[in-house]
């Protein structure tokens, strides 16, 4: 096998295109409005670049303790390192010490970002040996996933919690969850995950409706009372929650909310702009 196909491999391990969703550790930098303070943006992308290592980790955990059955499936056969034979066992173990060399060194300098960050590789092989066969638990495993991400960008810059960020990222990951399950299910049937058995399309698009409805009553009532002048944003989150669906009913997407994302550029435009809107307001030399 060839240096640069190995390398290739490698990186298609650490699934890269992932990275996107620890985006949300960034949120308490945008919401309060230190995105011009140097130290803070050190500190901040030093906490997403810790939670890229965690979740390729967890991802590395779960290729290995899944390989049997990615073997037999029809894509994931092809698509991940391990289950093409592109990547041996051992070699994914020895990638994954060095992921975990890396927090461990982490944890010299920012104790209480890799004290999260343990929370999520612990909830991760809870998921990965347990919880990921247990319906309902399922989706919750991963939308808290979602929260810590958040939680772990507070920590970062020693802010407060805000609790209304944190149910409304509850609420967001619940969304992307339910229609992951509904694409998986739809596209697939119940071959992918032996969970999907417990589960029916009209089932996951009751808890997506719930849980899209959530997110939106919640960034509203977040804005209204501790950022009134972001009223303007909940427009566009609307907006993006029905693009959303669209891109999941008529374009047969969703499956992988980051593949959705980067292949929709009416979405992609649309939390650009939102991400936008929001440090414009937020600007700290804004008079």
């Known amino acids: 096998m060839s240096f640069s196909i190995k390398i290739n ?15 949300f550790v960034l949120a308490p930098l945008l919401f309060a409005g230190e995105f011009l303070s140097l130290p803070a943006l050190k500190s901040s992308f030093f906490a997403v670049f810790l939670f890229c290592v965690a979740s390729s980790a967890t991802y590395i955990v779960n290729d290995i303790h899944d390989l049997e059955h990615d073997r037999k499936h029809p894509k ?32 010299l300098f920012v104790p209480q970002v890799i004290a999260v960050i343990c ?10 040996f347990f919880l990921k066969h247990q319906p309902v638990l399922d989706i919750f495993c991963i939308a808290i996933g979602f929260v810590l991400r958040v939680v772990v960008g507070a920590v970062a810059l020693d802010l407060p919690v805000s609790g209304w960020m944190l149910v409304t990222t509850l609420s967001l990951a619940l969304y992307l969850a339910a229609v992951k399950r509904r694409q998986e299910l739809s596209q697939s049937g119940t071959e992918g995950r032996k969970v999907l058995e417990k589960y029916s399309v009209s089932l996951v698009d009751r808890y997506a409706e719930m849980s899209a409805t959530g997110a939106l009553v919640f960034y509203s009532m977040f ?8 009223v303007l944003t909940v427009p566009l989150v609307l907006f993006g929650i029905f ?21 929709d550029a009416p979405l992609l435009f649309t939390v650009v702009l939102w991400i936008g809107t929001c440090a414009y307001v937020i600007w700290p030399d804004k008079g």
Not at 247 to 260: N, R
């Open 9 to 23: 491999a490698t990186i298609q391990l650490l699934r890269p295109k992932q990275w996107v969703k620890n985006g």
């Open 76 to 107: 994931k056969s092809k698509k991940r390192p391990l289950a093409a034979g592109l990547i041996s066992v051992q070699e994914a173990i020895f990638i994954l010490c060095g992921l975990y060399v890396i927090l461990a060194l982490g944890f």
């Open 119 to 128: 929370a999520y590789l612990l909830l991760n092989l809870l998921y990965t």
């Open 223 to 230: 804005v209204l009372s501790d950022r009134p002048e972001l």
């Open 243 to 263: 693009r959303y669906w669209y891109v999941v009913e008529a374009l047969d997407g969703g499956e992988s909310p980051t593949d959705a994302l980067i292949a």
